[in-house]
T-cell receptor, first 117, second 113 residues
Framework: NAGVMQNPRHLVRRRGQEARLRCSPM?????VYWYRQLPEEGLKFMVY????????ESGMPKERFSAEFPKEGPSILRIQQVVRGDSAAYFC???????????????FGPGTRLTVL | AQTVTQSQPEMSVQEAETVTLSCTYD???????LFWYKQPPSRQMILVIR??????QNATENRFSVNFQKAAKSFSLKISDSQLGDAAMYFC??????????FGKGITLSVRP
C-alpha cells in the first residue's frame, strides 16, 4: 500500500509565477490536510479537505492561496503570484474517513520544497 | 485556541544514554490527543508516539516513552538507550475536536558517539 505521495519534491519558481503542489492520499483515505513549514519552524496547518469539500481553511492566507480535492485525482495546493516569503516546505497528510468520535491518524507525505527566487 | 510550546531549541545526548524532551500545551478541550513526531534530515514526518488524554497510563513504544501530566498540561518524551539514528528534529503536536494538528517549534536532538 503506497504511502502519501507528493510531487514535485522540489519546485523552483520566480517571483510572480504560479506554484502547483500535488498530493495523492493513501488508498482509501478521503481526508487531506496541508501544512506549511517555514525554515526553523514547526508545521503550521493551512487547510483541511474532503473530496470536493473544504472543511477548514482557517490557516490559509486570504490571498493567492487556494486548495482543492476533486472527486477524481490528487489534491492541489495552488499559490498564485508567488513571493519570496512563500519559500517553505509544504506537507500533505491524509487520513481515512472519520467514524464517530476519536482520532484518525494523519499519514504524512515527504513534502514539497518550494523555493522562490 | 490551542498552543504547543517547546522551549528548548536543541539538546545533545551521549549514545546509549537517556534524554528527555519537554513540551507544554494549552487547551480548554477535555478530549484530545498528543503526539511526538520525528523529522530526520530527509524531512519525512514520522510518528514516534501518541497519547490519548483520557488515558492515565503513559504511552510507551520500545525505547520511547512519555510522561503525560494532564493537570500541568505537560507532555515530555523520554528516549532511552539513545542511538545515532535518533538524531533529528522532534516536534510535539496536539489535536482535538477540529482534527487539525498544532505543532510546537521543535527541538534539534544530536547524539554524540
Amino acid at each position: 500500500n503506497a504511502g502519501v505521495m507528493q510531487n514535485p519534491r522540489h519546485l523552483v519558481r520566480r517571483r510572480g509565477q504560479e506554484a502547483r503542489l500535488r498530493c495523492s492520499p493513501m488508498k482509501g483515505h478521503s481526508h487531506v490536510y496541508w501544512y506549511r513549514q517555514l525554515p526553523e519552524e514547526g508545521l503550521k496547518f493551512m487547510v483541511y479537505l474532503q473530496k470536493e469539500n473544504i472543511i477548514d481553511e482557517s490557516g490559509m492566507p486570504k490571498e493567492r492561496f487556494s486548495a482543492e480535492f476533486p472527486k477524481e485525482g490528487p489534491s492541489i495546493l495552488r499559490i498564485q503570484q508567488v513571493v519570496r516569503g512563500d519559500s517553505a516546505a509544504y506537507f500533505c497528510a491524509s487520513s481515512p474517513s472519520l467514524a464517530g468520535a476519536g482520532y484518525n491518524e494523519q499519514f504524512f507525505g515527504p513534502g514539497t520544497r518550494l523555493t522562490v527566487l | 485556541a490551542q498552543t504547543v510550546t517547546q522551549s528548548q531549541p536543541e539538546m545533545s545526548v551521549q549514545e546509549a544514554e537517556t534524554v528527555t524532551l519537554s513540551c507544554t500545551y494549552d487547551t480548554s478541550e477535555s478530549d484530545y490527543y498528543l503526539f511526538w513526531y520525528k523529522q530526520p534530515p530527509s524531512r519525512q514526518m514520522i510518528l514516534v508516539i501518541r497519547q490519548e488524554a483520557y488515558k492515565q497510563q503513559n504511552a510507551t513504544e520500545n525505547r520511547f516513552s512519555v510522561n503525560f501530566q494532564k493537570a500541568a498540561k505537560s507532555f515530555s518524551l523520554k528516549i532511552s538507550d539513545s542511538q545515532l539514528g535518533d538524531a533529528a528534529m522532534y516536534f510535539c503536536a496536539y489535536t482535538g475536536a477540529n482534527s487539525k494538528l498544532t505543532f510546537g517549534k521543535g527541538i534539534t536532538l544530536s547524539v554524540r558517539p
